[in-house]
């Protein structure tokens, strides 16, 4: 719920504020404010589902080179930072000698984002879907007042 969390604090937070202080009619402002929630889950929930059709294009590709490119990345990315932080400085201990391996903040960043971004990519859907749930429950409120 961290990543709808942060969209709505950042975005909404102040678009919030501001319909409370513009919109004199609670209903009103109240409806408002659910609509943009609305679209802001919306938005999210269509950035999730694009990208989750790529990496599905990807993993039912026909050839093995496609399905396995991003796992294998990783694993390479993971197997240089477990070389450089596990067993290089073991073999520099006990034998003198360890060989690190160079790793480019950019392969960094790339292993966080993947990592991250599967992590965020599954909770977002789950997130998604719940507060698809809550949204069409405020939306009934809406429609009831």
Do not use: C, H
């Amino acid at each position: 719920m961290n990543l709808i969390g942060n969209i709505l604090g950042t975005v909404a937070g102040p678009v919030m504020d501001v319909i409370d202080k513009a919109v004199t009619d609670k209903d009103q402002a109240n409806q408002l404010k659910a609509e943009i929630r609305a679209r802001l889950i919306d938005q999210q929930d269509a950035r999730l589902k694009a990208q989750m059709k790529v990496i599905l294009a990807e993993a039912t590709g026909e050839s093995w080179l496609q399905r396995n490119w991003r796992p294998l990345l990783m694993t390479v990315i993971v197997a240089i930072v477990a070389n450089n932080y596990l067993l290089a400085p073991y073999l520099g201990a006990m034998f003198g000698v360890g060989l690190q391996l160079e790793l480019p903040e950019q392969l960094w960043n790339l292993m966080t984002m993947g990592v991250g971004g599967y992590i965020a990519g599954r909770s977002g859907e789950k997130i998604a879907g719940t507060l698809r749930g809550k949204r069409g429950r405020l939306m009934d409120e809406v429609d009831t007042r």
